[in-house]
Every structure is written in structure tokens, then in C-alpha cells.
């Protein structure tokens, strides 16, 4: 199957810095996604892209699908203690027998110090 | 608007039992797909289930099936269970079983197999 390479593994950062993660595939993929998943929840949905080449914005985070189709980075700007939990990447590419799976990075534990 | 449910909340069972595990999917949404996470891992796709039939299947053996309703709720089935399948189980709900219809996740439910 479709491997996702998720990094870093964990960050440690102070609020108020920047954080950057990053995702690359193997595969091509015609989506990437980013969650959010909080000890004990499901993963909330971050950010969409459907495009190569797409920069999308929501709030304090900022996502990229890359022109390769191979890879997606998430960037948090000016980082808060509730920006604490494990961040995933995940694809999708949509066509034949894999349509409608996600492929999920192994995460980025990210903890921030107050 | 509700979102997707999922009992029970924890479950303990023995190897060699059997368990079920419900999803409610979110009103208005005809798919619902099962994730696997291990702990320290990101989810695996089990199966997808699509207007009550299954729309793809992971890399999981048989004794792991499934079921959609009417209603577009789903339940998983694991039979014969093993240790190694102690996990969270997640399941998410769409509007369609395209990649990019967005799939909108449970809490999920944390099974231990002792």
C-alpha cells in the first residue's frame, strides 16, 4: 500500500514560534488533508487541498498540496497552548480500487511550552 | 446538526471473542468509512461502506466485516479477535466516496483485547 512519510516524529516549541511539518508519498495523490486529533478524539479536519500547487489559509495555519502531487506541508504561525495534540497528514488518490480511502502520515506530536 | 457518534465508548474483550462496534454517520451523509489506529500510529482504512454496500476494503483479513443500514449508520464486525487488534476504532461519515468528499470523524471507540 501507498506510504506516507510524516516529519518531525515530535516538536517541542515555546509559544509564540512558528512550526512547520511536512508529508511525502510515494504515490501521487489527487487530495491531502490535514487533522488534528486531541487524546481520546477522532482527528478534526484542518485544512483541504485538491490542487497541486494550492496554498490555503485557515486562520493561524497554512497548508500547501506540492506540484509534485507527492507531498503537503502544514505551517502554524505564532503557536498557543491549544495548538497541543497530534497533527496527521493524509492523501487520497481516488481512482480504481483505492477511491474514497485516506492514507494517513504517522503523525507529529507537537507540545508547546507556555 | 449532529455529528458522527460511536458506541460503545470502550470496550474489554478476551481473544477469541467477537465485537461489534456501531457509527452513526452525520445527518445527510451516505458513506461511512472504518479507520484502525494503533496506538502511536496514524488510522488504517479498514473498509468503506456506500449506500449499504462495501466500496473498497483495506489490507484486513475476512473475520474484520461490516454492515450499512437504511438509515446509513454502519457497525463493524471482528471475529476470532486477537491481541493485536486492540485499538482505537474510528469510523468517519461523508457525503459521497470520493476523495474529496471530506470524511468527518467519530470520537471512536477503544477496544482492548486481553
Known amino acids: 500500500g501507498q506510504q506516507l512519510n510524516q516529519s518531525p516524529q515530535s516538536m517541542f516549541i515555546q509559544e509564540g514560534e512558528d512550526v512547520s511539518m511536512n508529508c511525502t508519498s510515494s504515490?501521487?495523490?489527487?487530495?491531502w488533508l490535514w487533522y488534528k486529533q486531541d487524546p481520546g478524539e477522532g482527528p478534526v479536519l484542518l485544512i483541504a487541498?485538491?490542487?497541486?500547487?494550492e496554498l490555503t489559509s485557515n486562520g493561524r495555519l497554512t497548508a500547501q498540496f506540492g506540484i509534485t502531487r507527492k507531498d503537503s506541508f502544514l505551517n502554524i504561525s505564532a503557536s498557543i497552548p491549544s495548538d497541543v495534540g497530534i497533527y496527521f497528514c493524509?492523501?487520497?488518490?481516488?481512482?480504481?480500487?483505492?477511491?474514497?480511502?485516506?492514507?494517513f502520515g504517522r503523525g507529529t506530536q507537537l507540545t508547546v511550552w507556555p | 446538526e449532529t455529528g458522527v457518534t460511536q458506541s460503545p465508548t470502550h470496550l474489554i474483550k478476551t481473544r477469541g471473542q467477537q465485537v461489534t462496534l456501531r457509527c452513526s454517520s452525520q445527518?445527510?451523509?451516505?458513506?461511512v468509512s472504518w479507520y484502525q489506529q494503533a496506538l502511536g500510529q496514524g488510522p488504517q482504512f479498514i473498509f468503506q461502506?456506500?449506500?449499504?454496500?462495501?466500496?473498497g476494503r483495506g489490507n484486513f483479513p475476512p473475520r474484520f466485516s461490516g454492515l450499512q443500514f437504511p438509515n446509513y449508520s454502519s457497525e463493524l464486525n471482528v471475529n476470532a479477535l486477537e491481541l493485536d487488534d486492540s485499538a482505537l476504532y474510528l469510523c468517519?461519515?461523508?457525503?459521497?466516496?470520493?476523495?474529496?468528499?471530506?470524511?468527518?470523524f467519530g470520537p471512536g471507540t477503544r477496544l482492548t483485547v486481553l
Open positions: 504515490s501521487i495523490f489527487n487530495t
Open positions: 487541498l485538491y490542487k497541486a500547487g
Open positions: 445527518s445527510g451523509h451516505n458513506t
Open positions: 461502506y456506500y449506500r449499504e454496500e462495501e466500496n
Open positions: 468517519a461519515s461523508s457525503l459521497g466516496r470520493g476523495g474529496t468528499d471530506t470524511q468527518y
Open positions: 493524509a492523501g487520497a488518490a481516488d481512482r480504481g480500487s483505492t477511491l474514497g480511502r485516506l492514507y
